[in-house]
């Protein structure tokens, strides 16, 4: 039985408006209208239904009308550290040398928070865990752009480096299929009906 994976990150939240490293804010107004929009009900089977444990997610997820959502720890967001509700000129202003090392090196994390590589493994490994169990045939996943990149990058076998040439704003998706041993990439970034 083939598994089909759809990531939708989650919508525009005032960080993003900002270029700023995330807190746990609600999508704006318009987030939640361009949400909205992208709903349609589920032909046939309904998809399982998983979350991000963050704010963000959850009024996502509710917006898309997804129901029965579970949270999902896996697909949280990336742990900033001191960086969380600073812009990234704010942060380079005051650590240039951080930021430079957190760009070439996806195991660096100046801002005591989480690495890209400790993301991309995190999110790999749910991955996996989820082609293996195959109890459902399809699933939606309301997340975050980052996870959502590295799950695209641990679905293509590439490292974590790679995160930085993958773009994906507020509602962009990321389509995979596993129909035997491996992902392949259907899709990614373009907003879509979920």
Known sequence: MSTRVTLVCHAATAATARAAFPLD?????????AAREQARPPSGRAPRALRGPELRCAETAAALGLA?????????DCDHGDWAGRTLDEVLAADPAGVAAWL????AAPH?????ASVSARAGKWLDELGRAAEHARVIAVTHPTVARAVAVHALRAPASVLWHLDAGPLARVD???NGPRWALRGFGVPGRA
């Open 25 to 33: 804010e609600p999508p704006t107004a318009a987030g939640l209208a």
């Open 68 to 76: 029965e959502i579970r949270v999902e720890p896996a697909l949280r």
């Open 104 to 107: 070439a090196d996806p195991d």
């Open 112 to 116: 005591g928070g989480e690495s890209l």
């Open 176 to 178: 995979l299929t596993r």
